[in-house]
């Protein structure tokens, strides 16, 4: 495995208007490392993640996949090359069959990737294959996401905020499978609420607040930190 990061991104600025959802936000990520990304509401999560994934293009800053400036690559192109991501608001092809839904995303994917059938056993999704996306609840929609992205063939894969409205269990079950992929070489960045479900995943975390990065090192690290515990405890600047 290289050491070289697969993913570099260095102040990335996102503004809506004079709005700054993104204020110099950098970090990288090697093969295989899982990075949880953590924050109050509207701390620039998802923003984040549409940034790297291509979604927005930041206003100032620099991404760097495998040593090569993606800045400015549109999201298409950036999904072809391995960079995928699963959405906090779903969105799969509803009219369309579970498995037809994986099958786009393997088509239009990096390869080598998971078939549709590996991907959909993978999330413990084979057993619906044959429904249509509408007939899925909001918990099953986020499987399938992942599911595509998988199929995808990602060798980064953005998660945003997979663990609400699954129950213990089913948390446990997930973890052990984002820990495989890492496993496989992967890198992951995993924004999540949960702290319980990013403690079972990693404990190298970014934690923000405001578009900013206030902290990065060890959710150890982070649970001791008086800025983050202030953010946390609605006290913060
Ligand atoms: N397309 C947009 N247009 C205008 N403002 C936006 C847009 N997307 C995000 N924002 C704003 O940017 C800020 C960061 O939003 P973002 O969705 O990244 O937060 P988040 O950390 O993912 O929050 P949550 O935990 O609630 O999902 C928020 O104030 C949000 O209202
Ligand atoms: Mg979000």
Known sequence: MSHEPVLAFEDIVKKFGTFRALDK????LKAGE???????????????INVISG???PDAGKILFQGLDITRWPMH???????????????????????ENVALAYHYGSKPAMNPRQALD??????????????????????????????????ILLIDELAAGLNHQELKVI????????????????????????NQLTNRVIVMN????????????????????AVYLGTGS
């Open 25 to 28: 936000v950098s970090a990288t």
């Open 122 to 155: 993978f999330v413990g999704l084979s057993h619906a294959a044959s429904q249509l996306a509408l007939q899925l609840n909001s918990t099953q929609q986020k499987l399938l996401d992942l599911a595509r992205a998988l199929a995808a063939g990602p060798k």
């Open 77 to 99: 192109k950036r999904a072809r090359v391995g960079i995928n991501r699963t959405f906090q608001i779903p969105k799969p092809f509803k009219s369309l069959s579970i498995t």
């Open 175 to 198: 973890a052990d499978h984002v820990q495989l992929l890492a496993q496989q070489g992967i890198a992951l960045i995993v924004v999540e609420h949960h702290l319980g479900f990013v």
């Open 210 to 229: 405001a578009g900013k990065e206030i902290f990065q090192g060890s959710l150890d690290q982070a649970a001791q930190d008086p800025v983050v515990s």
């Open 34 to 48: 899982i990075l949880g990304l953590v924050g109050p509401n509207g701390s620039g999560k998802t923003t984040l």
């Open 55 to 57: 979604l927005y293009n």
